[in-house]
């Protein structure tokens, strides 16, 4: 029973009847897999000498790293607030998705730089039978892993969820290494069974493994820039790209009282939640009660952005700035600034209604 309070997933197996696959599951199995065939992979791809091999099978050691950071970061980031930490551990999913992002990256690097190399000195390819099997036996598994990923995203829509970044970057490194093999057996395919037949030595063929290798590591490379964007983006608390900060100001500006809103800051804690802050003004003097609405009412609006984390700091024409530890704009530091503001937005709606009449 304890171990279900603490876990919410299985609490989650307790509440739900029939097989659920979880994220840990997920991540568990996977890497199992992956382990197993990246040994596999490595020593098939040095006897055999083929580059696009060896090229996958570190890009399966990098997903074997990048899934043990995913599992570590997802249950890091199920752990509860404390003293030390108020928000939790909700931005250990976006930390393991920046280092994974740079690791492969880097990864990138290296078979570039081997595939180059093949180009000055080519060399050509042995035990081509061995090397086909292989990558067909990486094919399934990635397709096997793919499909567990697929139940998994089932079951998140089901129940109204989007795959955290976690499980998206470790979803596109297997995608990748899927296209990976597709490269390994189309090489295999080509230098096998295109005229001259079984014949490696010929010059067109040696070229055919670090090409594949480049078209890998472009894939790697595609799938890895835009998570790289993701989580340093969140990591560096800029606006998520699906908010736009100059329309929800003039929304906020548009709720009936407010005058000036300034110090208005949205940014992510994760993938999923989004936090904003602001100084709304409110023309005339402190009112309890309308205070309390226009709060209220600013929440709402941000509410239905999906901006569920909001913090609001009122200030009034009467109240002194000089305790405010941010720098103000100018404007504000005069005397009743916003009053005129209000007036002339009074002004503009009666203005409106009697031409109407």
Not at 46 to 60: E, Q, R
Not at 130 to 144: D, S, T, Y
């Amino acid at each position: 029973m304890t171990r279900e309070k603490n876990d919410p997933e299985l609490a989650q197996q307790a509440n739900k009847s029939g097989c659920r696959l979880t994220k840990t599951v997920l991540l568990s199995i996977v890497i199992v897999l992956t382990s197993w065939f990246f040994f596999v992979e490595i020593v098939v791809g040095y006897l055999t000498k083929s580059n696009a091999l060896v090229a996958d099978s570190f890009h399966m050691l990098s997903d074997i790293i990048s899934l043990i950071i995913g599992l570590a970061a997802l249950r890091f980031s199920k752990r509860e607030s404390s003293k030390k930490n108020t928000f939790g551990w909700a931005r250990a999913e976006v930390l393991g998705s920046l280092i994974n992002a740079v690791f492969l990256l880097a990864l990138c690097f290296t078979i570039v730089v081997d595939s180059i190399s093949r180009f000055v000195k080519p060399e050509p390819l042995e035990k081509i039978d061995l090397m086909l099997a292989v990558g067909a036996g990486g094919l399934a598994l990635n397709i096997m892993s793919l499909i567990l990923f697929g139940v998994q995203s089932c079951q998140e829509t089901g129940e109204k969820k989007s795959m955290n970044m976690n499980l998206q970057g470790v979803f596109l490194n297997a995608l990748g290494d899927s296209l990976g093999s597709v490269a390994v057996i189309v090489s295999g395919l080509v230098i096998k069974f295109m005229p001259p037949r079984n014949n490696t030595h010929v010059r067109w063929k040696l070229y055919i493994d670090p090409v594949l290798s480049l078209i890998i590591a472009g894939i790697i490379m595609a799938t890895t820039i835009p998570l790289l964007k993701k989580s340093s983006l969140i990591l560096l608390q800029g606006v998520p790209l699906s908010c736009n900060v100059d329309e929800l100001r003039k929304k906020i500006f548009s709720v009936e009282g407010v005058v000036d809103v300034h110090h208005f800051h949205v940014w992510s804690l994760n993938s999923e939640k989004m936090i904003a802050s602001a100084h709304v003004r409110l023309c005339g003097e402190k009112d309890e009660k309308r205070d309390w609405e226009t709060v209220e009412k600013v929440k709402r609006l941000l509410h239905r952005n999906n901006i569920h984390l909001t913090t609001i700091q009122l200030e009034h024409d009467d109240a002194s700035l000089d305790s405010c530890d941010e720098e103000c704009p100018d404007s504000l530091k005069r005397d009743k600034p916003s009053a005129s503001k209000f007036e002339v937005k009074k002004e503009l709606e009666e203005s409106k209604n009697f031409i109407k009449v």
